[in-house]
């Protein structure tokens, strides 16, 4: 008798709505996805899209967005936020993953997007190479790709080690607030930060409730991406280090990534 395989854990089931409220205000990046998509045309597809910040002002826009996402509750918060702006029609969610789902529609993308990190909720070299690959896939001949990973920056690292910490606490009425805690150990062999949060909903007559979810992140190291990238199949790969587009340095706090696809050699 064999055992059936366990379907792998969300880790935004329990926490989306709380996600969404540390994260919905969240605009830094908007303008520059926008500014490459008035470029780069439609369709567009975005790996790891979530509860559709991103896919929202795309959308709303006019382009054709398709958002890809292994979490049902993340894709739910999307439709319900695509259908509250009226916008839904521009937009088509898949429930996969970026590492190689083939439920994506057949047609070629103008952009491929793995937008504030997506691509370091793969937890592997292998895991993350193939996303990059089938991102290559799923490109047309013109198209162009772009990533946004943090900069993981020694300092940057060494600060994750201090935990446990508050890193964000609001306000969500006149009883209550919620306070997200942090413990992340960070792994320098593998580049993986494990990651434990904790989301207290404490009220003023001292109602308390909390919420946890755990999860790997990879870190990507600006030589490592783009030896990646060139094995995936891109060229013309630019680095910046902001959403302006500064360059990127040891002090730079994202990685911008660009790139298009390599002309495949005729068989």
């Not at 008798?1 to 969404?20: F, G, K, N, R, W």
């Not at 909720?121 to 089938?134: E, K, N, R, V």
Request: glycine share 6%.
């Amino acid at each position: 008798m064999h055992d059936s395989p366990t379907a792998p854990v969300d880790p935004y089931h329990v926490i989306a709505a709380l996600y969404d409220l540390e994260h919905d205000a969240f605009h830094d990046d908007i303008d520059l996805l926008l500014s490459f998509a008035e470029v780069a045309g439609d369709p567009i597809l975005e790996m790891g899209c979530g509860s559709g910040r991103v896919l929202a002002p795309l959308a709303g826009a006019g382009h054709t967005v398709v958002g890809l996402d292994r979490s049902t509750t993340m894709l739910d918060r999307a439709r319900s936020r695509l259908s509250s702006q009226d916008i839904a029609n521009r937009v088509t969610l898949v429930e996969g993953d970026m590492s190689g789902d083939t439920s994506l529609p057949n047609e070629p993308f103008a952009m491929v997007l793995f937008t504030l990190n997506a691509l370091m909720h793969l937890p592997s070299p292998d895991l993350q190479l193939a996303a990059l690959t089938s991102a290559r896939n799923r490109l047309a001949p013109d198209g162009l790709l772009v990533i946004d990973n943090v900069n993981p920056a020694p300092d940057y690292l060494v600060s994750l080690a201090s935990a446990p910490a508050l890193e964000w606490s609001c306000p969500i009425d006149d009883e209550a607030t919620i306070d997200k805690w942090a413990i992340r150990h960070v792994h320098p062999i593998d580049q993986v930060i494990d990651t434990t949060l904790w989301y207290d909903q404490v009220g003023i007559g001292g109602a308390f409730l909390r919420f946890r979810s755990q999860f790997e992140l990879r870190y990507l190291h600006p030589n490592e991406l783009s030896l990646m990238l060139r094995a995936a199949g891109f060229t013309g790969i630019h680095m910046y280090g902001s959403y302006e587009l500064e360059p990127l340095d040891d002090a730079s706090d994202r990685i911008l990534v660009t790139a298009e696809p390599a002309t495949r050699p005729n068989h």
